[in-house]
C-alpha cells in the first residue's frame, strides 16, 4: 500500500466504516433469507452469515498462498479462529448480558440439530489443528481433503431440514429471497474489497515497526479480517438475534478451518511446516474446548465471555512479549 504511516490509518478506518455498512446489509438479508426458506437462523448464521464474513479471511489467504506467503495465511485462518472463539464470542456474550438478552437463553430454544451444528464445527476446529501439528506438515493432499470435508458437510446441512424448519416454513411469511439473496452476495463483495484495503493497510504499519510475518498474520491480519465476524455478530445481538451471531462465529470456525486452511494448502506446491505455528494451534484447541464445556453446561453469561477474552489477551501477551522494534 502507502508508505506513509498516515495514509495507511486513514485507509484503515475507512475500510472499518465500510465493513460496518456491509455487515449490516448481510445480516438483514441473512435473517429475511431465514424466515423465506424456513431454515433456522442458527444454520443461516452457520452458513450464508459465516461465509460472508469469511470472504475477508479467505480473499487474503488465497492471495498471501499464491504469492508465497503460506506464514501470512495459516496466521490468518488460524489466528482468526482464535479471535473468533475467543475475543469476539467472548465480547458477544458480555454484550448479550449488558444487554439483557440472557434472559431469552439462546441455548434453550435451539432445536438438537442447530447444537449439532455447533458441536461438529467446534469439532473440526479442534481435531484439524491438533492433526497437523501430530503430522508436522502440510499438503495439497491434505488441502483437497479439508475442502472435500467443508462441501460435503455443507450440503448435508443445507439438504437437510428438521422439524423445527419445516414448521417455521408453513408459518413464516415469504419475502424476495432473490433480492435479499443478490444483497447478501453484493455486501459480502463488498465485504472482500474494504477488508482487503484493511488487511493491506494494516500489515503496511505493523511492517513499518518491523513485526515478524508469522505474528502479523496471527494476530493484526487475523483480527483484521475477522472485524467483519464481530461486526455482523453483534449487528445480530443488537437486532435480538443471538442465535444468528453464536452461529456466525461457530461456522466461521468451520469455514476457516476446513475452507480457508483448505485452500491455502491446495494451491501450495510442496510440503509446508506446520511448527511454525504450534503456539497458535495450541490456543486456539484450548479456546474452543472452554466453548465445548460452555455448551455442555448450556452457561454462555457473562463470566463465560470475560474468560475468554482474558484467554485472547494471554495470548496477545505471549505473542508480543518478546517484541523488540
Known amino acids: 500500500m502507502f508508505e506513509d504511516p498516515l495514509i495507511n490509518i486513514l485507509i484503515l478506518i475507512v475500510s472499518l466504516v465500510v465493513l460496518d455498512r456491509a455487515s449490516d446489509l448481510t ?17 443461516i ?16 489467504s488465497i492471495i498471501a498462498s499464491l504469492t508465497g506467503r503460506l506464514d501470512v495465511a495459516v496466521g490468518n485462518a488460524v489466528g482468526s479462529n482464535l479471535a473468533n472463539i475467543s475475543l469476539i464470542l467472548g465480547f458477544c456474550l458480555i454484550l448479550t448480558a449488558f444487554r439483557k438478552l440472557e434472559k431469552t437463553r439462546p441455548l434453550s430454544f435451539m432445536a438438537r440439530e442447530e447444537l449439532l451444528n455447533l458441536y461438529f464445527g467446534l469439532f473440526v476446529a479442534s481435531v484439524v489443528p491438533l492433526i497437523l501439528i501430530y503430522m508436522g506438515f502440510a499438503n495439497g493432499l491434505v488441502g483437497i481433503f479439508l475442502l472435500a470435508v467443508f462441501l460435503v ?4 446441512l443445507l439438504a437437510r431440514k428438521d422439524v423445527r424448519e419445516r414448521q417455521l416454513s408453513k408459518t413464516e411469511p415469504k419475502s424476495d429471497t432473490r433480492k435479499s439473496t443478490f444483497l447478501a452476495i453484493l455486501s459480502g463483495i463488498v465485504i ?3 477488508a482487503y484495503f484493511m488487511v493491506d493497510s494494516a500489515s503496511a504499519i505493523a511492517e513499518y515497526v518491523h513485526i515478524n510475518r508469522v505474528i502479523i498474520g496471527g494476530t493484526i491480519v487475523a483480527f483484521g479480517t475477522s472485524v467483519s465476524v464481530l461486526l455482523a455478530s453483534v449487528r445480530a445481538i443488537l437486532r435480538g438475534h443471538p442465535d444468528v451471531s453464536l452461529g456466525n462465529i461457530v461456522g466461521t470456525l468451520f469455514m476457516n478451518t476446513a475452507l480457508i486452511l483448505g485452500v491455502s494448502f491446495a494451491v501450495w506446491e510442496s510440503n509446508a511446516d506446520m511448527t511454525a505455528y504450534s503456539n497458535l494451534f495450541i490456543f486456539s484447541v484450548i479456546a474452543n474446548l472452554f466453548v465445548w464445556f460452555f455448551l455442555s453446561r448450556e452457561k454462555l453469561g457473562w463470566k463465560e465471555g470475560v474468560v475468554l477474552v482474558l484467554m485472547y489477551a494471554v495470548f496477545l501477551v505471549m505473542s508480543f512479549g518478546g517484541y523488540r522494534p
Open 153 to 156: 458437510y455443507t450440503y448435508q
Open 192 to 194: 472482500v474489497v474494504a
Open 45 to 60: 448464521g452457520f452458513v450464508l452469515v459465516a461465509f460472508c464474513s469469511s470472504l475477508p479471511a479467505l480473499s487474503v
Open 27 to 43: 445480516i438483514t438479508n441473512a435473517v429475511k433469507i431465514s424466515n423465506a426458506t424456513g431454515y433456522g437462523k442458527t444454520k
